[in-house]
Structures are given as C-alpha cells and as structure tokens.
C-alpha cells in the first residue's frame, strides 16, 4: 500500500488513480482529519462480494467443501448444455 499526504495526492492524482487501477495497489491519503484509503472498483467488487458469500450463513462452508472434493464429483464443462 502506499501512503501518501493529501497535497502530494493532489499534485499526481492521475497517475496515482492510474497505479490503483493498473496495479489493484490501494493508496492510504492521509489528511489533518483522517486517512482515506482509495481501492480500485475491482477490488472494491471483490470485496463487496466477499461480503455478500459471508452473510449468507453456512455459504462460505460449503464452497470450500465442494471445492476439496475429488475431480470425479464434477461434470467436465464439455458435457455441459450451455443453451
């Protein structure tokens, strides 16, 4: 993560949104009344989403139950009718 006060953000706003956009790196701005932490919308996605597969109780268990299971429980996507 890189840190940074507000009046350096503000002298390279383009390519430190650039970075954070090209690179997923959050950026902390620091500022006399707090800090701001500036994420790209992928990763801000991620994370909303994470979120969203954690409320939903037993959800998270049982994708990492299903993703340990052996290969032969699963379909090969060839057999799959995506129509």
Not at 17 to 31: G, L, M, Q
Not at 35 to 55: F, R
Not at 70 to 77: A, G, I, L, R
Request: no cysteine; proline share 4%.
């Amino acid at each position: 993560m890189t840190n940074t006060d507000i009046t350096n953000f503000r002298k390279n706003i383009y390519g430190m949104i650039e970075r954070v956009i090209k690179y997923n790196e959050p950026i902390n701005v620091s500022t006399k009344h707090g800090n701001a932490i500036m994420i790209s919308e992928e990763d801000y996605n991620n994370i909303m989403e994470t979120l969203y597969i954690n409320s939903i109780p037993g959800l998270k268990d049982e994708i990492i139950r299903r993703g340990n299971a052996p290969d032969e429980d699963f379909v090969d996507e060839g057999e799959v009718d995506w129509n």
